[in-house]
């Protein structure tokens, strides 16, 4: 099992830059996938981002493309998601998941396994 800790999340400014931060303990994190997710008032959580086990491949929302970077360090058993240029409709509740053991990259939340309790985010324009 993994347990997952967001942190970083804040107030930003339009235009500006966060980074999240997503601590993992528990079990060794080369084993797992690695999302995140973000939830705004009222609607559906989507993926924003999400980096395979072993840092080969990555899948951004198209709305964040060119803007949000995710990027992983097994060793020190974190991933981040650096969020520049960030809009107000970047608003949200920011989650870090993990896919079961072994599984792929996933934009979506019924595939992932384990969750963070999540780190909200509001960019003022």
């Known amino acids: 099992q993994v347990q997952l800790v967001e942190s970083g999340g804040g107030l930003g400014q339009a235009g500006g830059s966060l980074r999240l931060s997503c601590a993992a303990s528990?079990?060794?994190?080369?084993?797992?996938?690695i999302a995140w997710f973000r939830q705004a008032p009222g609607k559906e959580r989507e993926g924003v981002s999400c980096?395979?086990?072993?840092?080969?491949?990555?899948y951004y929302l198209d709305s964040v493309k060119g803007r949000f970077t995710i990027s992983r360090d097994n060793a020190k058993k974190m991933v981040y998601l650096q969020m520049n240029s960030l809009k107000p409709e970047d608003t949200a509740v920011y989650y870090c998941?993990?896919?079961?053991?072994?599984?792929?990259?996933?934009?979506?939340?019924?595939?992932?396994?384990?969750w963070g309790k999540g780190t909200p985010v509001t960019v003022s324009s």
């Open positions: 980096i395979s086990r072993s840092n080969g491949g990555s």
């Open positions: 528990g079990s060794t994190l080369d084993y797992y996938a």
């Open positions: 998941a993990a896919t079961s053991r072994w599984a792929a990259c996933s934009a979506y939340a019924r595939t992932m396994t384990y």
